[in-house]
């Protein structure tokens, strides 16, 4: 019956309008949303009714149009609005905006999903956390900072926790070096003999004898000389050490240093520690008095002698109670050693102090010495020394060298020099290997007459050890911290998931997308990259839903309705006459 069709198709223009409504609604009570998507609802026609499909024209009659009669609206669908919205600054680092394509990955309870809203925090373990607690996913990196491109993982970032030290690898010195100082005459020349004097010489008997016109030579064991005051007796005994304390070079106190005592050391051994422990460097070449610089036995006289390096940075200073013999249980047994001191080092020369880090960011002390070496018609010659107490070893030496200066003071060797420095036992890689440069851009070492010499470390790379103060991240992801040091270090990489269909991705609420049958498979992808848009640190992207658009389509929706319940009603008030007939 033609009215009760009418009373049909006006319900599907209501139900129809009713969900439009609550699409409408939807978006409008959304409009604060962070990152949310409008939809919008599409409609098509329901069945017609066809009385007549309509004809050909003939040669008699014309063609006459399909006969068909609606039977209202159906609800075809909803699609989702992925268009760009506006992005707001927050000013807190930790808010994300994803500027053009692109969903943030994150990990929760139901396994993983996308979104587009950016507004993360961290939880109690430094994670970067949705506000549902869903962590986000991105590319984390190793112990040494590298990232590992690839594998998704959570984003960590421990703020107060991480700690970071940067070994130093380059020392720049600069300063003037007085060309018109005085030349060396030689270095400090100290002699060590018995407590009483005299010198030493091998026992009766000795497993390892000297020749016959020597009273002890470099090979001769230590536990092998004979005490000078108790004949027959060994002056010094396995199990024993040998301490260097109270040593002075150049007015600067030497380290303390110890020479174990076994039943195999040798005389060459502990002129060897001597050597190592009051840093007396192997030059290559005689002191302008003729010596060699180091320690020697005088096999004829039983003496120890210690020839050190020019300059009187060099200078050496060392009592007979600088020297100890200690006993095992560390009690002093006695003073072996009588020193007389026949010559002092001089020439000009000077001294600086710097510090290097090394790769766990402790502080290591380095001493650079430059002494006058030569003086010539083509300009000046200075040997430097670098030396550190703080190498793990015993051995104070790192190495020597030579610097050659033209008539008008300027450097003609290549620098930068190289060196390196042991570190053993510390936990720190070793060796710390660092470079010394003299001429860097517009500083550099000169050689001029300029009384008194003057050197001194004008930058150094490195750094102490420090914790994660602050992080950044960029366009590409990629996620900075700054750290109490003055280091910057990779912490990481948001990452991005790109589908080939946005609109066939599911809603789950909360912000949240998961895959969908029709969306295609999510590819992880840096930003800027394939497409993708670009992270934007310290915003958040707001809804992009148009209020007054939507107020429109409310309008519509609303007339729609009206219209259609008077479709209802009209058909209702036939059905009434047609009643009125029957009686």
């Given at each position: 019956?033609?009215?009760?069709?009418?009373?049909?198709?006006?319900?599907?223009?209501?139900?129809?309008?009713?969900?439009?409504?609550?699409?409408?609604?939807?978006?409008?009570?959304?409009?604060?949303?962070?990152?949310?998507?409008?939809?919008?609802?599409?409609?098509?026609?329901?069945?017609?009714?066809?009385?007549?499909?309509?004809?050909?024209?003939?040669?008699?009659?014309?063609?006459?149009?399909?006969?068909?009669?609606?039977?209202?609206?159906?609800?075809?669908?909803?699609?989702?609005?992925?268009?760009?919205?506006?992005?707001?600054?927050?000013?807190?680092?930790?808010?994300?905006?994803?500027?053009?394509?692109?969903?943030?990955?994150?990990?929760?309870?139901?396994?993983?999903?996308?979104?587009?809203?950016?507004?993360?925090?961290?939880?109690?373990?430094?994670?970067?956390?949705?506000?549902?607690?869903?962590?986000?996913?991105?590319?984390?990196?190793?112990?040494?900072?590298?990232?590992?491109?690839?594998?998704?993982?959570?984003?960590?970032?421990?703020?107060?926790?991480?700690?970071?030290?940067?070994?130093?690898?380059?020392?720049?010195?600069?300063?003037?070096?007085?060309?018109?100082?005085?030349?060396?005459?030689?270095?400090?020349?100290?002699?060590?003999?018995?407590?009483?004097?005299?010198?030493?010489?091998?026992?009766?008997?000795?497993?390892?004898?000297?020749?016959?016109?020597?009273?002890?030579?470099?090979?001769?064991?230590?536990?092998?000389?004979?005490?000078?005051?108790?004949?027959?007796?060994?002056?010094?005994?396995?199990?024993?050490?040998?301490?260097?304390?109270?040593?002075?070079?150049?007015?600067?106190?030497?380290?303390?240093?110890?020479?174990?005592?076994?039943?195999?050391?040798?005389?060459?051994?502990?002129?060897?520690?001597?050597?190592?422990?009051?840093?007396?460097?192997?030059t290559g070449e005689r002191n302008p008095d003729g010596a060699t610089p180091g320690a020697v036995a005088l096999s004829a006289t039983g003496y120890f002698t210690m020839f050190g390096n020019t300059g009187t940075v060099n200078d050496l200073e060392i009592s007979s109670s600088a020297v100890r013999l200690l006993n095992a249980d560390d009690s002093i047994d006695r003073?072996?050693?009588?020193?007389?001191?026949?010559?002092?080092?001089?020439?000009?020369?000077?001294?600086?102090?710097?510090?290097?880090?090394?790769?766990?960011?402790?502080?290591?002390?380095?001493?650079?010495?430059?002494?006058?070496?030569?003086?010539?018609?083509?300009?000046?010659?200075?040997?430097?020394?670098?030396?550190?107490?703080?190498?793990?070893?015993?051995?104070?030496?790192?190495?020597?060298?030579?610097?050659?200066?033209?008539?008008?003071?300027?450097?003609?060797?290549?620098?930068?020099?190289?060196?390196?420095?042991?570190?053993?036992?510390?936990?720190?890689?070793?060796?710390?290997?660092?470079?010394?440069?003299?001429?860097?851009?517009?500083?550099?070492?000169?050689?001029?007459?300029?009384?008194?010499?003057?050197?001194?470390?004008?930058?150094?790379?490195?750094?102490?050890?420090?914790?994660?103060?602050?992080?950044?991240?960029?366009?590409?992801?990629?996620?900075?911290?700054?750290?109490?040091?003055?280091?910057?270090?990779?912490?990481?990489?948001?990452?991005?998931?790109?589908?080939?269909?946005?609109?066939?991705?599911?809603?789950?609420?909360?912000?949240?997308?998961?895959?969908?049958?029709?969306?295609?498979?999510?590819?992880?992808?840096?930003?800027?990259?394939?497409?993708?848009?670009?992270?934007?640190?310290?915003?958040?992207?707001?809804?992009?839903?148009?209020?007054?658009?939507?107020?429109?389509?409310?309008?519509?929706?609303?007339?729609?309705?009206?219209?259609?319940?008077?479709?209802?009603?009209?058909?209702?008030?036939?059905?009434?006459?047609?009643?009125?007939?029957?009686?």
């Amino acid at each position: 019956m033609a009215t009760t069709t009418a009373l049909l198709t006006g319900l599907t223009g209501l139900n129809a309008n009713s969900r439009h409504l609550e699409v409408i609604g939807n978006n409008i009570a959304n409009v604060n949303t962070t990152a949310f998507k409008g939809s919008r609802m599409l409609f098509s026609t329901a069945m017609s009714r066809t009385m007549h499909i309509g004809s050909e024209p003939t040669e008699d009659s014309g063609g006459v149009n399909p006969f068909q009669i609606g039977l209202g609206v159906n609800v075809a669908g909803t699609q989702h609005d992925f268009t760009q919205g506006a992005l707001q600054p927050t000013g807190d680092a930790r808010d994300l905006a994803v500027e053009g394509e692109g969903f943030f990955i994150v990990d929760g309870d139901g396994g993983r999903y996308y979104t587009r809203d950016g507004s993360f925090r961290q939880d109690a373990e430094g994670n970067l956390v949705s506000i549902r607690g869903e962590r986000l996913q991105g590319y984390a990196i190793d112990d040494s900072y590298n990232l590992i491109d690839g594998v998704l993982t959570d984003l960590n970032i421990p703020l107060g926790a991480r700690a970071v030290a940067q070994a130093t690898d380059y020392v720049r010195v600069v300063g003037n070096l007085n060309a018109s100082g005085d030349l060396p005459a030689g270095g400090s020349t100290i002699a060590f003999g018995a407590g009483d004097g005299s010198g030493f010489s091998v026992m009766d008997g000795a497993s390892n004898p000297p020749g016959a016109d020597e009273m002890m030579n470099a090979t001769s064991l230590l536990v092998e000389l004979e005490d000078p005051e108790a004949a027959g007796q060994a002056m010094f005994a396995a199990g024993q050490r040998l301490q260097i304390n109270g040593a002075r070079k150049g007015g600067a106190e030497v380290p303390v240093a110890e020479l174990a005592i076994t039943p195999t050391t040798t005389v060459q051994e502990m002129l060897d520690f001597f050597e190592q422990a009051l840093g007396v460097h192997d030059t290559g070449e005689r002191n302008p008095d003729g010596a060699t610089p180091g320690a020697v036995a005088l096999s004829a006289t039983g003496y120890f002698t210690m020839f050190g390096n020019t300059g009187t940075v060099n200078d050496l200073e060392i009592s007979s109670s600088a020297v100890r013999l200690l006993n095992a249980d560390d009690s002093i047994d006695r003073l072996p050693f009588s020193t007389t001191k026949t010559q002092e080092a001089t020439g000009e020369s000077v001294r600086t102090t710097f510090i290097v880090y090394d790769s766990l960011g402790q502080e290591v002390a380095v001493d650079l010495s430059m002494v006058l070496d030569s003086k010539g018609d083509t300009g000046t010659g200075w040997r430097y020394f670098l030396e550190s107490a703080d190498d793990s070893d015993i051995d104070l030496r790192l190495t020597t060298g030579e610097l050659s200066f033209d008539t008008s003071g300027l450097l003609l060797t290549q620098t930068p020099i190289s060196t390196t420095l042991d570190r053993a036992g510390t936990g720190a890689a070793t060796p710390l290997s660092f470079s010394v440069d003299f001429a860097e851009g517009g500083e550099q070492l000169t050689a001029l007459s300029d009384d008194p010499s003057s050197i001194a470390s004008t930058f150094r790379n490195g750094r102490p050890s420090g914790t994660l103060e602050d992080f950044g991240i960029d366009g590409d992801g990629l996620i900075s911290g700054v750290f109490s040091n003055g280091l910057t270090r990779t912490l990481g990489r948001v990452v991005l998931a790109k589908f080939t269909n946005n609109e066939g991705l599911v809603e789950e609420g909360s912000n949240l997308f998961s895959q969908g049958p029709n969306s295609g498979e999510p590819a992880a992808v840096t930003p800027m990259s394939f497409g993708t848009g670009s992270v934007v640190s310290g915003s958040l992207e707001q809804s992009n839903v148009d209020i007054g658009e939507e107020l429109t389509d409310m309008i519509m929706a609303s007339t729609g309705y009206s219209a259609s319940s008077r479709v209802i009603q009209t058909a209702d008030e036939l059905l009434q006459q047609l009643l009125l007939l029957a009686r």
